[in-house]
């Protein structure tokens, strides 16, 4: 049996961003916007910065920790092989090979910010960090190392620590997505797996998932973009062409140098895709 994992890639909201509790920091955004444009040599120097002048925060090396991975996820085309595939299933048992000197780096990252995040466990910045790493790690395992029973593990702490987190402060929108992508993705699977995976402790509520991905869409930060794009995907495995076709059309102009998303517009209304070239 296969799960699906919760995919926790960082971006930035194409809007006017909410802000966290934790305040602005600019080159977070900088170095999220870089990762998220393909721009990862760049993003990683970002990130390294915000490190060198913040070394007791959890989010650099967290941050950093994302592009290792989404770098990865762009290289291996996981997310052309995995989300739009169009088929019944997101997640494939298709055989990759992972970058070993990257792996080694992107753990060196998740260990410094679950380290430091240890240091002050109260702090909303460290359990969002926490929250952060556990969703990058179950990602890798799930759909890099095709790991599934140690990445459902490692994705049920994660969702456990955002839990937490919104019960303290529900307006951390970010946080919600843990929630929105578990409950949403692992609804599309079968009446009899669906059952199984309750019985694990996960979540299958459609709507509720699809509430919950509009919420971070909406108001959050970080992640916004990668909840639009679930959006996206979710309207097309509905046949709602107009808005999978508004919602690619905005990232595609947001982040011009990703062509994933003029990849899957000109697959869904090549006439729109053109337009965007003129």
């Known amino acids: 049996m296969r799960y699906l994992l919760v995919l926790l890639i960082a971006g930035l909201c194409a809007a006017e961003p909410v802000i966290h509790p934790g ?36 989010m650099g090396p967290a941050s950093d920790a994302a592009a290792y991975l989404f770098s990865e996820f762009d290289r291996l085309h996981i997310l052309q092989s995995e989300f739009f595939t169009h088929d019944q299933h997101f997640i494939t048992d298709h055989k990759l090979t992972p970058d070993p000197a990257l792996k080694q780096q992107f753990d060196a990252a998740l260990d410094r910010a679950q380290a430091l995040a240890a240091k002050s466990p109260e702090d909303k910045n460290s359990q969002f960090a926490s929250i952060l790493a556990n969703g990058l790690r179950s990602n890798y ?16 702490s994660g969702r456990a620590a955002a839990e937490k987190l919104l019960a303290a402060d529900p307006t951390f929108y970010d946080a919600w997505l843990a929630v929105g992508v578990e409950n949403y993705m692992l609804s599309i699977k079968s009446a009899p797996v669906r059952f199984f995976l309750r019985l694990s402790g996960a979540e299958t509520n459609r709507e509720t998932g699809i509430a919950k991905l509009k919420l971070t869409a909406e108001k959050g930060h970080y992640l916004a973009p990668f909840a639009k794009l679930l959006l996206g995907v979710a309207a097309m495995r509905d046949h709602d062409t107009r808005t999978a076709g508004n919602i690619l059309t905005e990232l595609a102009r947001t982040y011009p140098n990703n062509p994933l998303y003029r990849q899957e517009l000109a697959r869904l209304d090549p006439m729109a895709s053109r337009s965007m070239d003129n």
């Open 141 to 156: 395992m799930a759909l890099i190392e095709k790991r599934y029973a140690a990445a459902l593990s490692e994705m049920k």
């Open 23 to 58: 305040g602005a920091q600019p080159l977070l955004d900088q170095g999220y916007r870089q990762m998220y444009d393909l721009q990862f040599a760049d993003a990683h120097n970002t990130f390294h910065q915000f490190e060198r002048e913040h070394p007791a925060d959890p």
